[in-house]
Each structure stands twice: as C-alpha cells, then as structure tokens.
T-cell receptor, first 112, second 116 residues
Framework: GQQLNQSPQSMFIQEGEDVSMNCTSSSIFNTWLWYKQDPGEGPVLLIALYKAGELTSNGRLTAQFGITRKDSFLNISASIPSDVGIYFCAGGYGGATNKLIFGTGTLLAVQP | GAVVSQHPSRVICKSGTSVKIECRSLDFQATTMFWYRQFPKKSLMLMATSNEGSKATYEQGVEKDKFLINHASLTLSTLTVTSAHPEDSSFYIC????????????FGDGTRLSIL
C-alpha cells in the first residue's frame, strides 16, 4: 500500500533538546495530521492541519502544512521523557470518507 | 473528545479459527470506519474503508473473503478474520470518522491477534 516518506526513522536525544521530523509525498493532500503511538495502543492525534502554509501549535508541539501540499513537519521543543514513542504523519484527501495515508514513522527515544 | 472502543484487546487462538473484532464509536455516529493492520515496528496499512449500510472498499492486495467487514450501524463495525493462520497474526486497529463533524479519524486501542 501507499506510504509517505517520513524522516528521520529514529532519534535518540537528551531530555531538553528540541526535535524535528518531517514527511514528504509525491501526492498532494488536503489535510496533514500528526499522531503519536505508544506500544500496544492506537495512535493519538497530536495536531491536525487543514490549509497549505498553516502553522499550528499544541503546547510544546508545532506542525506546519507545506505550501506545496506535499510535505509537513513536526517540531517538539524541550523534550521530556514522556515524549518517547512513535510519531506518524498522515496525509488525508478529505471528502466524504477522509481516507488517510500514513508515514513510515519516527521512533523517538529521550534520555533523562 | 470522541472515543472509539475496540474489543477484544488481545486474542490468541488456534490456526483455522475465525476471529471477530469489534469497533464501536461510543459518543458519536461514525459514517465511516477504517480497518488497519500494523506489523511490529511498521506503519499502519489501511486494509479497508467501511461505510454504514454498504459494502466495504478493500485496498489492493487485501483479500475480502479473508477479512470480512460488516458495518451494520453508525456505531459498530466488525472485522472477521476467517480461517486464521499464523501469518494473519498482527496488530489490527480500527478508526471512526463522521462526515458531519470536522474532526479527523479517531482510533481504537487496537487488537493484538496471535494465531498459534
């Protein structure tokens, strides 16, 4: 199935550091979403973006919908141990069914 | 916020058994439900899209006779893995969406299926 290219694949950082990850696609999307998944659980929505160029924050998280509609990034500032997990981007086509295509994921490990 | 409940959370059964997984939207009416499969350390792969009252739309490569999906009401969809074999072992996750809201898909907590 189709997947988005997400990088980096994994990150090992010290508590307090800032983190940046991004997603790129060959297709245009109408929405970009960022999710976090903990082991054995379903993804939890972090940020939803609905317009090209949109920059949205949720606490220490900031995400942007790329102008070309083919990419998005997520930044986490001042990381803490509970930020550990797998982060997924997802591109959406909108419309009646709102089908999503997921990125390959970024594993984040935070050293206290 | 919207809540999606998935049951069971974990199931272990013998090869050849059929297994049913339920996905319920608890506080909203889901016009569309999605079923995903996730292998260890991999991303979510969409298996099928299910609209209430109509047949599911399967992604390429997903056997519809193997993975039966029923979406009989606006709050319940079921995925039945028929005659399951060890290669069907995986983490299955559902999500729910309402065309009447401006909310993205909400995900269940997944079902860990292990076929012996």
């Amino acid at each position: 199935g189709q997947q988005l290219n997400q990088s980096p694949q994994s990150m090992f950082i010290q508590e307090g550091e800032d983190v940046s990850m991004n997603c790129t696609s060959s297709s245009i999307f109408n929405t970009w979403l960022w999710y976090k998944q903990d082991p054995g659980e379903g993804p939890v929505l972090l940020i939803a973006l609905y317009k090209a160029g949109e920059l949205t924050s949720n606490g220490r998280l900031t995400a942007q919908f790329g102008i070309t509609r083919k990419d998005s990034f997520l930044n986490i500032s001042a990381s803490i141990p509970s930020d550990v997990g797998i982060y997924f981007c997802a591109g959406g086509y909108g419309g009646a069914t709102n089908k999503l295509i997921f990125g390959t994921g970024t594993l984040l490990a935070v050293q206290p | 916020g919207a809540v999606v409940s998935q049951h069971p959370s974990r199931v272990i059964c013998k090869s050849g058994t059929s297994v049913k997984i339920e996905c319920r939207s608890l506080d909203f009416q889901a016009t569309t439900m999605f079923w995903y499969r996730q292998f260890p350390k991999k991303s979510l792969m969409l298996m099928a899209t299910s609209n209430e009252g109509s047949k599911a739309t399967y992604e390429q490569g997903v056997e519809k006779d193997k993975f039966l999906i029923n979406h009989a009401s606006l709050t319940l969809s079921t995925l039945t893995v028929t005659s399951a074999h060890p290669e069907d072992s995986s983490f299955y996750i559902c999500s729910a969406y309402s065309v009447y809201s401006n909310q993205p898909q909400h995900f269940g907590d997944g079902t860990r299926l292990s076929i012996l």
